[in-house]
């Protein structure tokens, strides 16, 4: 089955404790769908700018990434700096620049119209729902945002929100979303305006799926070397949307499976910074890792 995307292909400056990057290739729709593209077809849909290059748009197309979605527009690609300190789980924005994104007025082309798995990566909710009106008959949506959309657009957040399957954001994020410390209630309380799941990703503490009546836990990879955590969040909803888009089949061991490929798609990704790790893997060392997942979590019953 294929998967259509709509978010931010990026320009980042990243600084870690451990390093930093200027300008390199980022954006939530690009770790998203260069993470998903192991396990499925994906098709784009996002803006860039006249600073967009050839070699840039390179990734995509050896990732087998359709990008008839990918418009180019005068002016500059979506810019976002950002800084991590020891604790690497809170990344502190320090510029936003949207640029082309700023008028962006997405077109589906219509053969994206069809597809039955759609993720709304982190973007203007305005941008998401607009693609949520252009989908013809979906099998499963789901979407990200962060603390920028919550701040200035919660209403048209909390209607999207409202349409969406699957909501899969990070734990402080929730919070805020919510206006609740308290994660379970944060999580019912998102539940309640209709997605049917919601999942929480809680940076190196792993990840909680919630439904009204289930709780799933899964670690994150212990992982001795963590470069860069960018793109983890989007990296883990590309692992995650596309093993279910792969097996086509929703249901709690589907969706179980589905976040511990999510978990090591992410644990892949921050092992580098940019994409530098993520584009150049093979499915064997994703599944071996899957399997160390599941030697990690195992214990005996009583
Ligand atoms: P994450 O997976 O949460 O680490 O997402 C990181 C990516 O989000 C970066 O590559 C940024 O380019 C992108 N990003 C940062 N702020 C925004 C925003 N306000 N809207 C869309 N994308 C953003």
């Not at 039955?116 to 203007?124: G, K, Q, S, T």
């Not at 209607?159 to 999580?187: H, P, S, T, Y």
């Amino acid at each position: 089955m294929s998967l259509l995307v709509v978010g931010s292909v990026a320009f980042d400056s990243v600084k870690t404790p451990f390093g930093t990057a200027e300008n390199v290739l980022g954006g939530s729709a690009t770790y998203f769908s260069v993470s998903a593209s192991y396990f499925t077809d994906v098709s784009l849909v996002a803006v860039v700018g006249e600073d967009f290059n050839k070699e840039d748009i390179e990734i995509f197309k050896i990732r087998n990434i359709d990008t008839e979605g990918l418009e180019k527009r005068k002016g500059k690609t979506f810019k976002w700096k950002g800084e991590y300190g020891y604790d690497l789980n809170e990344a502190h924005t320090l510029d936003t620049q949207l640029n082309v994104f700023a008028d962006f007025n997405p077109k589906l082309p219509e053969k994206y119209k069809d597809c039955e798995y759609v993720f709304l990566a982190n973007i203007d909710p305005d941008l998401q729902r607009e693609i949520l009106n252009q989908i013809r008959k979906p099998k499963l949506i789901a979407c990200d945002t962060m603390n920028f959309w919550i701040e200035r657009k919660f209403d048209s957040l909390k209607k999207m929100i409202e349409q969406v399957d699957i909501v899969i954001i990070n734990e402080a994020e929730l919070r805020e979303l919510a206006g609740e410390a308290n994660l379970v209630k944060a999580a019912q309380k998102v539940l309640s305006w209709g997605p049917k799941r919601l999942i929480a990703k809680r940076g190196e503490y792993g990840a909680l799926m919630f439904s009204d009546s289930t709780v799933f836990s899964a670690p994150a990879y212990p992982l001795e070397s963590v470069f860069d955590p960018t793109g983890a969040g989007d990296s883990f909803a590309g692992g995650f949307m596309g093993y279910i888009s792969n097996v086509n089949n929703i249901n709690e061991s589907s969706v179980r499976q589905a976040i511990i490929f999510g978990s090591a798609m992410a644990s892949f990704n921050v092992e580098d910074f940019s994409l530098n790790r993520l584009k150049n893997l093979s499915y064997r060392e994703i599944e071996e890792r899957f399997k160390e997942f599941k030697r990690l979590t195992h214990f005996d019953d009583l």
